[in-house]
């Protein structure tokens, strides 16, 4: 088949991208609602620290079926869709912008536009490319990932009503670089997540080709590497998701506390970080880890683990299979 031409390519990895962000971001809303609510969640969740104790009422939420139960019981079913509109408006320009830089660097790299060439890479690439990747779209998206992130950890009764209202509130008490707040930590974490998302996605990959030679005679006429199933790239997707979220997860805490930094909390889910609580990345993991022990490092990392790692493999799955078709269409 004919290599697609510079714009026809970037458009077909930004198309493939935003829509496969979109599936994925709705179908694991439930989970990230429910790990943002544990991760701006002061009151620790753990008796491994009762010295620290008394500086907190009890958690609101402390489990991650209890904290199920309590967003159907006291929201509904809307409520673990909550703040889907800016997540969705940032899950797509985020993974339009991380494949389009990503297939351009490969390319690059590689002196080719085909997929398949890229896998020729070294891993070593394959990591600097998913990172320079995060990196680029982390910046064009931030506000609406700010957005979400407050709508999704208010709760009921709501504080803001809507987008509109969050955004006139950040600008008011903030001003403009409120839409950044927490940046920092954000492309401190997303360089090493991305990068080890993507980058292990391709050595995964790469080994389950291998097995796929190992399984079939060399005197089959069909190239066993040259594609692999649904299931074989959902599982390279759910380990890539599984790996780098496991290695990423306190500096994404981190960025949730900045994110909600001054903003309005209703009283019934606890203590709310107030302005300038957090001098910088570092104050805020050493006064994390001192008041809500280590475990407030890790706080949501259960529905995180469960929501990124299907997360990652539905957005490989569908990128691969949307690329495909709309390039068969275009060229």
Not at 50 to 67: D, E, N, S, V, W
Not at 154 to 175: C, H, L, W
Not at 281 to 306: C, H, T, V, W
Request: glycine share 8%; charged share 20%; with cysteine.
């Amino acid at each position: 088949m004919e290599e697609p031409g510079k714009l026809k390519r970037a458009l077909i990895d930004a198309s493939a991208g935003a829509i496969s962000g979109a599936i994925s971001r709705t179908v694991t809303s439930p989970l990230d609602v429910i790990k943002i609510r544990f991760q701006v969640q002061l009151e620790p969740t753990t008796s491994w620290i009762p010295l620290q104790r008394h500086m907190y009422k009890p958690a609101k939420y402390t489990g991650l079926m209890q904290a199920s139960k309590d967003i159907f019981r006291e929201e509904g079913l809307p409520g673990f869709w909550r703040g889907n509109v800016p997540a969705l408006l940032m899950y797509m320009p985020y993974t339009a912008i991380q494949f389009t830089v990503l297939h351009k660097l490969k390319t690059l790299a590689s002196g080719s536009s085909k997929t398949a060439e890229h896998l020729h890479l070294s891993p070593y690439l394959s990591y600097v490319s998913g990172g320079v990747a995060g990196c680029a779209a982390t910046i064009g998206s931030y506000p609406f990932d700010l957005l979400r992130t407050i709508l999704a950890s208010q709760g009921e009764p709501k504080i803001y009503t809507n987008m509109r209202s969050a955004f006139v509130d950040i600008i008011q008490t903030r001003g403009f670089r409120g839409l950044y707040a927490g940046l920092s930590p954000t492309l401190v974490e997303i360089i090493p997540y991305a990068g080890l998302q993507f980058g292990t996605y391709d050595t995964f990959k790469r080994w389950m080709m291998a097995w796929n030679r190992s399984r079939v005679p060399n005197t089959s006429s069909v190239d066993p590497s040259s594609s692999l199933s649904s299931l074989q790239l959902f599982l390279c997707g759910f380990a890539a998701g599984t790996s780098a979220k496991a290695v990423c997860h306190p500096l994404d805490v981190v960025k949730k506390r900045f994110q909600i930094e001054g903003l309005q909390r209703h009283p019934k889910y606890g203590a709310r970080v107030e302005n300038s609580t957090y001098k910088n990345m570092y104050d805020a993991l050493r006064q994390i880890l001192r008041a809500e022990g280590f475990a407030g490092l890790y706080k949501g990392m259960y529905p995180s683990l469960i929501k990124s790692a299907p997360a990652g493999a539905v957005t490989f799955v569908a990128y691969e299979y949307i690329s495909d078709f709309i390039e068969s269409l275009v060229t």
